[in-house]
């Protein structure tokens, strides 16, 4: 039995500007000495961007559209997450990591500028999913509320401001997305966007299987869309995060699996909320051309 004790929701700390939750600053000679093999695949993403989605689509396709592979663990003892650092007798995802037999799949929230070195000296291939900022920022929330780990959300409000001045945890969207970008021409990094995947989740999920060199039947992408559809996800224990203890994650505060919409923000932000998101993210966006879909 796990003591509830152990869990306490965690204070910011920074690393060179990036907030972080206080257990991955603690640890972060640990992390950034993290020793990537070159047959990693490395799955980025800015928290709830879609990252156990992406997750779930990559397991499927080195799989090969077999389910109950998938369902052999919790997507979080599936995919280490090195940057989560967890009191004993509970496993950090660095240490699950180093007991791992490749090819490993490991996830990371990490600004680009803070990745451990050794994933960019094995050359290891990344996939990166972007989210727009609105439904980000309303996920992000709503986790807050529901992960007795994350620090205190506050009100929306007061979420949202340190959501545009990047005072959460792995810091700003606006560093992360645009960092990510920048580097995605000069890295074996596949980027894809959240609201292109509910858009056309074949049309995406052929591409993960290109970048990962898998060839797979149009039968058996058709049993990874099926699989990885929101509504499946959502019923699945070993995707939805439901087999944790309700002192880490309270789903009835709110769903892990929570809506899985875009457009969602829309019932969250005021008229003033949205502008003045828009103009604390405008330029940069723009400057470096990336673009953002807040409605299908
Ligand atoms: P919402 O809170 O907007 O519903 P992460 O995995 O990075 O923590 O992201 C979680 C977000 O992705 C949640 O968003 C969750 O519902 C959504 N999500 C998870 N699986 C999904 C799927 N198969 N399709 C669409 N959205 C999904």
């Given amino acids: 039995m796990m003591d509830p004790s152990l869990i306490k929701r965690a204070t910011l700390m920074e690393i060179e500007g990036v907030s972080l939750n206080d257990d991955t600053v603690e640890n972060w000679d640990t992390l950034w000495a993290f020793k990537a093999r070159p047959d990693d695949i490395l ?25 109950q592979k998938c369902a052999r663990a919790p997507v979080y003892q599936r995919f280490p997450f090195i940057d989560l650092f967890l009191p004993a007798p509970l496993v950090s995802g660095i240490d699950e990591a180093g007991t791992m037999p490749s090819p490993r799949t490991i996830k990371t929230h990490l600004q680009l500028k803070l990745l451990p070195p050794s994933f ?14 609105k439904d980000n920022a309303v996920s992000y929330f709503h986790f807050h509320r529901m992960n007795k780990g994350m620090p205190e959300p506050g009100t929306w409000e007061e979420f949202l ?39 056309d989740p074949l049309r995406e999920i052929k591409k993960v299987a290109k970048f990962l060199g898998t060839q797979l039947t149009d039968s058996l992408l058709n049993q990874i869309v099926q699989h990885t559809a929101f509504e499946s996800m959502k019923g699945n224990p070993m995707a939805n995060y439901s087999t944790l203890p309700d002192f880490i994650m309270n789903h009835t505060v709110s769903p892990f699996m929570r809506k899985g919409l875009v457009g969602n923000w829309k019932e969250h932000f005021t008229v003033a909320q949205s502008e003045r998101l828009d103009d604390a993210f405008a330029e940069k966006l723009r400057s470096s051309g990336l673009t953002f879909r807040t409605q299908l």
Wanted: aromatic content about 16%.
């Fill in 43 to 67: 799955i980025s993403t800015y928290p709830k961007a879609g990252t156990t989605w992406i997750q779930e689509i990559v397991d499927m396709i080195q799989h090969r559209g077999d389910s």
């Fill in 120 to 133: 960019w000296e094995q050359n290891c291939k990344i996939i990166y999913v972007a989210r727009n900022a």
């Fill in 161 to 199: 401001d340190n959501f545009i001045t990047g005072k959460v945890a792995w810091g700003s969207w606006l560093d992360h997305v645009c960092g990510w970008w920048e580097a995605k021409d000069r890295h074996p990094i596949l980027y894809l966007f959240y609201e292109d995947m509910k858009e």
